[in-house]
């Protein structure tokens, strides 16, 4: 199996999920690539142009896109427009539903996903690793 390269959709207000994924695949000694936007070099939200661009690259060298199912009931172009970039580049897109989230998961969301799981890391590298066979 090749190397997982992995786009994390998330937004720094949720920064706790994100990391705490992250945090998890390091503990159990996952190798992968991360394609995510670092916390330390977030994009500037006033150059949409070429935010748009970076994103759609990052997708684009991904082979497994996870978006946590909470973040589209914020009001984010951005989580679309990676969603439409994942679609459009036909990457396996993998909803996750935060532990304890009481909330729905979004259509689009649901929509976009080819599958979604609840947060259980284990189950989610096996997921992977499946798609990528």
């Known amino acids: 199996m090749k190397k997982p390269n992995i786009f994390i959709s998330h937004q720094w207000r949720y920064s706790d999920e994100y990391f705490s994924l992250k945090n998890k ?24 142009k070429q935010i748009q661009e970076a994103l759609k690259e990052q997708v ?32 396996y897109i993998l909803g996750v539903k ?15 996903c080819n599958d979604i799981v609840g947060f259980n890391v284990p189950s989610i590298i096996k997921r992977i690793e499946d798609v990528l066979k």
């Open 25 to 48: 695949f390091d503990q159990l000694g996952w190798e992968h690539l991360d394609y995510s936007v670092p916390y330390h070099d977030a994009f500037d939200l006033n150059r949409k």
């Open 60 to 91: 684009r060298q991904c082979n497994f896109f996870i978006v946590f199912a909470r973040l589209a009931s914020g009001n984010s172009e951005w989580i679309e427009k990676e969603l439409q970039f994942a679609q459009y580049y036909n990457k």
């Open 98 to 112: 935060p532990w304890n989230y009481q909330g729905n998961i979004p259509l689009i969301i649901q929509d976009s």
